[in-house]
């Protein structure tokens, strides 16, 4: 007999983001599920550039009303004058999703017993309750902690400590970058020590001029690198937003006792671009699944079941994400070996970053001969090989 056909469990989600009311859509009519949110409204604050695989949003039964735009090339190069390395998807588009759009869409499609919007979740115990601004207190059977990339509750319940930098982003329009960038279908990622020393900068055209552009770096100065881009871009912003990016995870609990985190919190993320909402999405059809078919110890079964599907590839990403962000300007001189090459790679899914890199290097072998010089200067960011088929096994 399922856990959750013993009787009505009473289940708190803490956080409104697309995880928790995913779940909330799946279980609907099989659990009571009360909503703690700290904004008053769906969809706040702004911070996600929303670019998903098209292929994996429609599996999860995303709506195509949320989806601004849609992408099938994208280029990797040092600069938006140089030509780079052209990606073109062929199976499956990236598509540009509204995220409060997504939010407002899960949530009718969900079903929630109580909505306490405008509290904060304070603390959390083991035993299921919950403490929150205003006074707010409730116990529950389970609590699902989907706080994002914040990792306070779920750093202190569950002793999840993520790696993450910041990011600001903002849309707006440039008719510099539309002479460079005529293609509403184009993304741009730039790996340039100058842009940022920490990750990737993006430019991603929203349509009829707009673009939305991206930097991320550590938070002493991020800011200053953003304000770099807007003017060298020569942008005018309509609107400017960001937050926290997951680059992987020191150390991960997905459950214990009456909590499990989902999304974000795992540290489950697609570590390479820092995208989380389809991974978050994933974690909780895995939750919802072991909610529906468990007798016990969903929070145990919850976390055997993460570590040997997502969480085993998220271990991995999360190394090679650490090790690719530690060798911004080795990234950056091997793209300039191929700059003018005019090189293309034709790749199935936005999703699958390993598949790229092999089509890449088996279309052209001189690339991985020009990077294998470079391999001397790599910061392993105190990470073996050993680590990285550990993580696989």
Request: charged share 20%; glycine share 10%; with cysteine.
């Amino acid at each position: 007999m399922s856990w959750i056909r013993k009787g009505i469990v009473k289940i708190g989600l803490i956080g409104a983001g697309p995880s928790n009311l995913f779940l909330a859509w799946l279980l609907r009519n099989e659990a009571d599920f009360h909503l703690i949110e700290e904004d008053k409204r769906l969809g706040l604050p702004l911070h996600c550039t929303g670019l998903v695989s098209e292929r994996m949003a429609i599996a999860l039964g995303i709506s195509r009303r949320v989806f601004d735009n849609y992408y099938d090339k994208l280029t990797v190069t040092t600069n938006p004058y140089s030509s780079g390395v052209l990606l073109r998807f062929t199976n499956s588009r990236v598509t540009m999703l509204n995220r409060p759009g997504l939010e407002e869409y899960l949530y009718g499609e969900a079903s929630l017993k109580m909505e306490h919007m405008g509290v904060r979740a304070i603390d959390v115990n083991h035993k299921g309750v919950v403490k929150g601004s205003g006074g707010f207190e409730d116990s529950f059977d389970l609590v699902v902690i989907g706080e994002g990339a914040r990792n306070v509750l779920s750093r202190r319940v569950l002793g999840n400590r993520l790696v993450t930098v910041s990011g600001i982003q903002v849309d707006g329009y440039s008719p510099y970058l539309r002479n460079m960038v005529n293609d509403d279908h184009h993304i741009i990622v730039l790996f340039n020590e100058g842009y940022s020393s920490r990750f990737f900068t993006w430019i991603v055209p929203k349509g009829n001029g707009e673009f939305r552009i991206g930097v991320v770096d550590d938070t002493n100065v991020v800011g200053l690198r953003f304000r770099r881009i807007i003017n060298q871009f020569r942008v005018t912003p309509r609107r400017v937003f960001g937050g926290r990016i997951v680059l992987g995870s020191l150390n991960v609990n997905y459950g214990y006792k009456s909590v499990v985190a989902v999304g974000d919190s795992t540290g489950v993320t697609k570590a390479l671009t820092g995208g989380g909402i389809i991974t978050g999405m994933l974690t909780s059809l895995i939750l919802a699944r072991v909610i529906h078919e468990s007798d016990t110890n969903v929070p145990e079964r919850y976390s055997s079941m993460l570590n040997g599907t997502l969480g085993r590839l998220a271990k991995v990403y999360s190394i090679l994400s650490s090790i690719l962000y530690n060798n911004i300007k080795l990234i950056e001189m091997a793209l300039r070996e191929v700059n003018g090459s005019h090189v293309e790679v034709k790749v199935p899914d936005y999703d699958n970053h390993m598949d790229a890199l092999i089509r890449l290097l088996m279309t052209n072998p001189k690339i991985g001969l020009k990077v294998i010089k470079y391999a001397p200067l790599i910061n392993m960011g105190g990470f073996t090989l050993r680590d990285v088929i550990s993580a696989l096994l």
